[in-house]
Structure formats: structure tokens, C-alpha cells
């Protein structure tokens, strides 16, 4: 992320608060998570919103890991549709993760599947910094 915000014309809007993998987390968790998740994902739309309207031209929008906060129940899928109608016609939106809902699977130009083979986390290898993240 560092790297990626020092290139030029590239503006990073990370959430501001990890939540951890949405699959490790406990019923309880994802009900804590939901309420200041949805309020940090409507804050940094709201911020992108902003930004395009006030003229900043963009030309990719990567929204990553979306589709996990949409199965987990933390971002609206109307909200992120929503979103996606009212975006300027030039601007490409990378949605990622897995399991996409219909009404997202549905509007897609393009969907990519990517399947693991071999990965250190099988070996309970945790994500390492400066190469998973």
C-alpha cells in the first residue's frame, strides 16, 4: 500500500481500521465489525464520491476485498450497486474477492477466478509483511 500511494496520479484510500479474514471471524465479531465496518466503507465511498465530483480525474477504482465484506454482511450490495450506476462512465471499478453476489456477478465486464494450488498459509504459514501484505 505504501508503495502503491507513492506512484504518481495513484490516491489510496485504505480502510482505516483491519478487521482481520472475514472467515476467522466469530458470529459476535462480524456483528461488532458490521456496525463500524459499514460506517468506515460509507465514509471512504463518501471520500471517493468527493473526490470525483470535485473533478479529480481517476481512471481505476480498485475496490479489494468488497465481496468479502459483501458475504460477511458488512457492505451493503445495494449500496455498492448503487455506487457502481453513479460512478463516471470513464472510470473502470475493480471489484475483488470471492463469491461475488448475482446482482454484481450479473453487471461484470469482466470476472477472473484465481484458485490456489500451493500456498505457505496451507502450512500454516501466517501472511507475511512485504509479500502477502
Same mark, same amino acid.
Request: one cysteine or more; glycine letters at 10%.
Given at each position: 500500500?505504501?508503495?502503491?500511494?507513492?506512484?504518481p496520479?495513484v +490516491?489510496? !484510500?485504505p480502510?482505516?481500521k483491519c478487521?482481520? =479474514?472475514?472467515?476467522?471471524?466469530?458470529?459476535?465479531?462480524? $456483528? /461488532?465489525?458490521?456496525l463500524l465496518?459499514?460506517a468506515?466503507?460509507?465514509d471512504?465511498f463518501? +471520500?471517493?464520491?468527493r473526490?470525483?465530483?470535485?473533478?479529480e480525474r481517476?481512471?481505476l477504482l480498485? !475496490?479489494?476485498?468488497a465481496?468479502?465484506?459483501?458475504e460477511?454482511g458488512l457492505l451493503?450490495p445495494e449500496? !455498492?450497486? %448503487?455506487?457502481?450506476d453513479? %460512478?463516471p462512465p +470513464?472510470?473502470?471499478?475493480?471489484?475483488?474477492?470471492?463469491?461475488?453476489?448475482d $446482482?454484481?456477478w450479473?453487471?461484470?465486464?469482466y470476472?477472473? +477466478?484465481m484458485k490456489?494450488i500451493r500456498?505457505? =498459509?496451507?502450512r500454516g504459514?501466517?501472511? %507475511?509483511e512485504?509479500i /502477502?501484505?
Open positions: 500500500m505504501r508503495a502503491l500511494g507513492l506512484l496520479g +490516491e489510496v !484510500l480502510c482505516k478487521f482481520g =479474514f472475514t472467515w476467522q471471524m466469530t458470529p459476535q465479531q462480524k $456483528s /461488532e465489525a458490521r465496518y459499514g468506515l466503507l460509507r471512504g463518501a +471520500e471517493a464520491n473526490l470525483i465530483r470535485e473533478g481517476f481512471v480498485v !475496490l479489494d476485498e465481496c468479502a465484506a459483501l460477511a451493503d449500496e !455498492l450497486l %448503487r455506487f457502481l453513479q %460512478r +470513464e472510470l473502470e471499478v475493480a471489484v475483488t474477492g470471492r463469491r461475488p453476489p $446482482s454484481l450479473e453487471r461484470a465486464d470476472i477472473t +477466478e490456489n500456498h505457505p =498459509f496451507d504459514i501466517g501472511a %507475511r512485504g /502477502e501484505y
